[in-house]
């Protein structure tokens, strides 16, 4: 290998790196009771369904509470909760088609060598752990159901899951 293939491969190599690292190390928001108030207050800004605007769609919706979440932090929202508020707009049914719908299912929670599905919390059985929730926007619902999600509507940050029984 020519020591420009080297060089290729090691960038390669240590871009891999920091992106892996990056998804595992995401910092909580430290304040989530703001972080809960700027969605209120945004929700009376960036309109979720508009009859009014015949261009509103999803994608300007997620990039309006982008505009207002950046205005946020510079008004003292912590900036390690700037995702998780443009997170809750992006994973919404607001701006998409007539019919979709936020797909919350749920998971009995796992116990595995000692520690739950979430690596930290202790446990000595299965029912010691926590469901383990999931949600996505889905066309119809119909098609969640399918799945084996509840249909609701909104954001995936407001959905509520029915926990199957063990």
């Given at each position: 290998m020519t020591l420009h293939g080297l060089h290729r491969?090691?960038?390669?190599?240590?871009?891999?790196?920091?992106?892996l690292a990056g998804t595992r190390a995401r910092a909580a928001c430290s304040d989530p009771a703001l972080a809960e108030q700027v969605r209120t207050q945004i929700a009376t800004t960036c309109v979720c369904n508009d009859p009014n605007n015949p261009r509103a769609n999803h994608g300007r919706y997620v990039s309006c509470v982008a505009h207002a979440v950046r205005d946020a932090v510079a008004n003292g929202l912590p900036t390690n909760c700037k995702g998780a508020v443009t997170r809750c707009a992006a994973r919404s049914t607001c701006g998409k088609k007539s019919g979709f719908v936020t797909c919350c299912s749920a998971s009995l929670g796992k116990c595995e060598n000692g520690l739950c599905q979430d690596g930290v919390t202790a446990c000595s059985?299965?029912?010691?752990?926590?469901?383990?929730?999931?949600?996505?926007?889905?066309?119809?619902?119909?098609?969640?159901t399918a799945q084996g999600g509840s249909p609701g509507t909104g954001?995936?940050?407001?959905?509520?899951?029915?926990?199957?029984?063990?």
């Open positions: 491969t090691a960038v390669v190599v240590g871009l891999l790196t920091v992106a059985g299965d029912p010691n752990c926590p469901p383990r929730t999931r949600c996505s926007v889905k066309s119809s619902s119909d098609r969640c954001s995936c940050c407001d959905a509520v899951c029915t926990v199957p029984a063990p």
